[in-house]
């Protein structure tokens, strides 16, 4: 029996538990993976600045992100495919975070589709739009996200053509996933995972279902969002999207403060700041990094999300002393998926709040909101 301390250990288990090519494309990043790497490193160049003999009694976590009230400042990221990381990824990943009582995000490439989610959580939802050829089918996915009662719709901006993710190409990461000798072997070492995904019968988009045309075998990943993702984007596309959505807005993968900018003139109740989890710009600034400049540029006119290595409960700390007033957990909570399911995401959960309550307590900050410039030490 592994004891549980941090998500580190999950993301261990989760190496032992799911195939490769299915962990490489959690864990892995664009090209060299050099801003993957950043992300990390400069999260934990942070300092928080110890107090001592401040009243922290009482401390609150909860709060209001984009709208949506929650019991701590995070959210579930949207991620593709968190239904192959284990049967029903998506739906018990929802599950977690109702318990959790914090906002889930599910992608457009979800393998468990809206309908499902909805018909599963309690909560209201976050959906997430990429923009794709087809209008008239991205239009379709906001009317659903709108009858689902989704809370917010994340448009993510990001992603108008792939990075190359040398481990995906390598692993053979295609739509329907390619079964070569050395994938077979490898999936026939975990026959938990392979045994609840066949008893599941979900292997494709959800939400895509019927709009995917036949692909060619062996067809990749990267090949295939290519062709359906729209590269010809521009922010008038926003005012498009925000006329068929009545809610909330969020527009998620902004790093520089002149986009930022642009993207509060388009409309945005909340920006995400965010480089995808270092799979998109090689070599751009890590999402940390990036964040005070973003924050100076917003000026507190719309709220500010982060996510990018966040592994930890001092690390939503760190975002929050930089100005952000939440953050978004990809892989760590995809760790906790391919590791135990529902109670991995459980665990990711608990763990990063007990890490956010304790740092609270030992640098004096009784309210999330306290958390600020005095909350980092500095030489
Ligand atoms: C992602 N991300 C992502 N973002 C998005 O807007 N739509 C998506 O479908 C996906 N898919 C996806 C798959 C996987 C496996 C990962 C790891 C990430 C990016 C995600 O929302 C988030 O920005 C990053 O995961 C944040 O970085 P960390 O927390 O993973 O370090």
Not at 30 to 37: A, G, I, Q
Not at 131 to 139: C, E, H, I, Q, S
Not at 229 to 236: L, S
Request: glycine share 10%.
């Amino acid at each position: 029996m592994t004891v549980i301390t941090c998500t580190d250990d999950l993301r261990r288990l989760a190496r032992r538990r799911i195939p490769r090519a299915i962990f490489d494309y959690v864990d892995g990043g664009s090209y060299d993976e050099l801003t993957l790497t950043a992300n990390r490193r400069d999260l934990d160049a942070i300092r928080l600045r110890q107090r001592v003999m401040v009243d922290v009694s009482g401390r609150n976590m909860a709060c209001t992100i984009a709208g949506s009230s929650a019991a701590m400042p995070v959210v579930i990221a949207p991620t593709g495919l968190a239904g192959l990381v284990h049967a029903r990824g998506e739906v018990l990943a929802a599950q977690a975070a109702d318990a959790a009582g914090v906002p889930f995000c599910l992608s457009t490439v979800s393998i468990c589709s809206i309908e499902e989610v909805a018909a599963a959580a309690v909560r209201p939802f976050w959906f997430q739009l990429y923009l794709m050829k087809d209008r008239d089918f991205v239009a379709s996915l906001i009317a659903r996200a709108a009858a689902a009662q989704c809370a917010a719709l994340v448009v993510t901006v990001d992603l108008p053509v792939t990075g190359q993710r040398h481990r995906d190409l390598k692993n053979g990461l295609s739509v329907p996933p390619r079964l070569t000798l050395g994938n077979l072997l490898d999936m026939a070492t975990k026959p938990a995972w392979g045994l609840r995904l066949l008893a599941g019968r979900r292997f494709t988009f959800g939400n895509l279902d019927g709009h995917i045309p036949p692909q060619p075998r062996g067809t990749s990943m990267a090949h295939w969002i290519m062709g359906q993702f729209q590269p010809a984007i521009g922010w008038d596309d926003i005012a498009w999207i925000k006329s068929l959505w009545p809610g909330k807005l969020v527009i998620k993968g902004v790093t520089d403060p002149d986009d930022a900018r642009a993207a509060i003139d388009a409309g945005a109740d909340a920006i995400v700041v965010s480089n995808h989890g270092g799979r998109q710009l090689d070599s751009g600034p890590s999402s940390i990094a990036a964040l005070p400049g973003v924050v100076a540029a917003v000026k507190g006119r719309a709220d500010i999300l982060f996510d990018g290595g966040v592994r930890s409960g001092q690390d939503v700390l760190k975002a929050l002393a930089l100005g952000a007033s939440a953050t978004m957990v990809g892989r760590a909570f995809l760790y906790g998926l391919g590791a135990d399911g529902r109670r991995g995401v459980d665990a990711v959960l608990r763990v990063i709040r007990q890490e956010l309550d304790i740092s609270m307590a030992l640098t004096g900050t009784r309210d999330v909101a306290e958390a600020g410039a005095r909350t980092l030490f500095t030489d």
